[in-house]
């Protein structure tokens, strides 16, 4: 730059990122960010790293998609947005979450910006913890099972059960952590099992199973991994 020429100035605007809600398997964050420039038609670098304490800025954001001309040594004003897999880089989080920009200029290298971003992270699936009838069951007892959903994020008014035994199954959704079922006549001798499913604001899912054998075995539960 020479003569009157002002230098080229550029930074970032509305840094922000937010995990997507969608029940698609997976825990994907949206990060997006507004490069502003006094020359538009130059070229920067933008960099990212995560922390989950804000301090130590360690976390590799590899499963990045979607990001082409948003992140790297080819970015240009406008606004950008992109995607992280977070499940696949940072998994069983849950809890505060960042992420630092970095904005370079090209050729020097010489650091234009650093901006942080800050917001809740969930990879982690709820842990669900049932409550179970007493046994030994007969036909016509009316079984109750109930459960609690531990999570710093749950939906507390939405379950998934599945019952199953010799000769029948039930499914069913439900929108509190309680369920009764009269024990019919043709489940006796059989093995019963009953499933709740759980998830949280994130649709991390978790779940956890009992059985029993109606009217000869004491029920047991066991926590699904």
Do not use: M
């Not at 950008?80 to 290298?109: M, Q, T, V, Y």
């Not at 004491?218 to 926590?223: G, T, Y």
Request: charged share 20%.
């Amino acid at each position: 730059v020479s003569g009157d020429e002002p230098a080229c100035s550029a930074w970032v605007e509305n840094f922000r990122f937010n995990q997507e809600t969608d029940c698609d398997d997976s825990s994907i964050v949206e990060i997006c960010y507004d490069l502003l420039s006094s020359c538009p038609d130059t070229a920067y670098a933008v960099s990212i790293l995560g922390s989950a304490d804000g301090d130590a800025w360690s976390i590799v954001l590899n499963s990045l998609f979607g990001h082409t001309g948003d992140i790297g040594d080819s970015v240009f004003a406008g606004t950008h947005c992109f995607h992280w897999n977070a499940g696949r880089d940072w998994p069983d989080w849950e809890g505060d979450f960042s992420i630092l920009l970095e904005l370079r200029a090209i050729g020097a290298g010489s650091l234009l910006g650093s901006y942080y971003a800050h917001n809740p992270v969930d990879t982690d699936p709820p842990s669900l913890t049932l409550s179970y009838p007493p046994s030994p069951l007969f036909a016509g007892d009316t079984a109750i099972w109930s459960w609690t959903i531990d999570d710093l994020f749950p939906v507390e008014d939405y379950f998934e059960i599945h019952l199953d035994w010799c000769t029948g199954e039930t499914t069913l959704t439900l929108g509190s952590p309680v369920y009764q079922w009269v024990v019919p006549p043709e489940a006796e001798g059989c093995n019963v099992q009953f499933t709740v499913a759980g998830r949280d604001s994130f649709c991390n899912w978790g779940a956890d199973t009992c059985w029993t054998r109606i009217d000869t075995t004491a029920l047991r539960c066991k926590v699904l991994i």
